[in-house]
């Protein structure tokens, strides 16, 4: 069975810092992998997905992912954080063809300081 | 293009009580999603349909839970009669066609309180 582990439940970066969340996955083939973000009350938002091809995928607002096979990794990275990155955020994972379910890791929540 | 709508936004119920949720998904999105989130766990799949036929309902409580989606468009989700445990935030996915090729569009969720 697939499974998603973010080993991190809650992290504090200053505004302006570097951010890197990490997720590992455990899949017996090659996987579809997705970080979702959700702020407060809202839904979660897809930022970036990985299919195949390059391994560094880049999203939305600024949010890139690198695959690494090797490592069972997709590690969502942002250079530099932004107030309004305070979210919770959370890595899935499905696997190729049919009717495949996403599986959901528990999440990481971001605490942005000024 | 409007995005996904659930009702109501919260719910607060006694235990043994029945509850409904409706959700609506984006126009022509013929997979829909029903996911519970408990506080601190990330979203799990309740129920998945197909236009408005069940591909997956393996972690459905089937006891307590039922979901339809009459016509291949909006859904309901049931639980009756509920549990303290059932508190959660239940959210409601839709994608194009039979994947999530394009990735889900999530609803805001409904935040059921059972007490």
């Known amino acids: 069975a697939q499974s998603v582990t973010q080993p991190d439940i809650h992290i504090t970066v200053s505004e302006g810092a570097s951010l890197e969340l990490r997720c590992n996955y455990s899949y017996g083939a090659t996987p579809y992998l997705f970080w979702y973000v959700q702020s407060p009350g809202q839904g979660l938002q897809l930022l970036l997905k990985y299919f195949s091809g390059d391994t560094l995928v880049q999203g939305i607002k600024g949010f890139e992912a690198e695959f690494k096979r090797s490592q069972s990794s997709f590690n969502l990275r942002k250079p530099s954080v932004h107030w309004s990155d305070a979210a919770e955020y959370f890595c899935?994972?499905?696997?190729?063809?049919?009717?495949?379910?996403?599986?959901f890791g528990t999440g990481t929540k971001l605490q942005v300081i000024p | 293009e409007a995005g996904v709508a659930q009702s109501p936004r919260y719910k607060i119920i006694e235990k043994r009580q029945s509850v409904a949720f409706w959700c609506n998904p984006i126009s022509g999105h013929a997979t829909l999603y029903w996911y519970q989130q408990i506080l601190g766990q990330g979203p799990k799949l309740l129920i998945q349909f197909q236009n408005n036929g069940v591909v997956d309902d393996s972690q459905l409580p089937k006891d307590r839970f039922s979901a339809e989606r009459l016509k291949g468009v909006d859904s309901t989700l049931k639980i009756q009669p509920a549990k303290l445990e059932d508190s959660a935030v239940y959210l409601c996915a839709s994608s194009l066609g039979r994947g999530f090729f394009g990735g889900y569009t999530f609803g805001s969720g409904t935040r059921l309180t059972v007490v």
């Open positions: 899935a994972v499905a696997g190729s063809g049919g009717y495949q379910k996403v599986t």
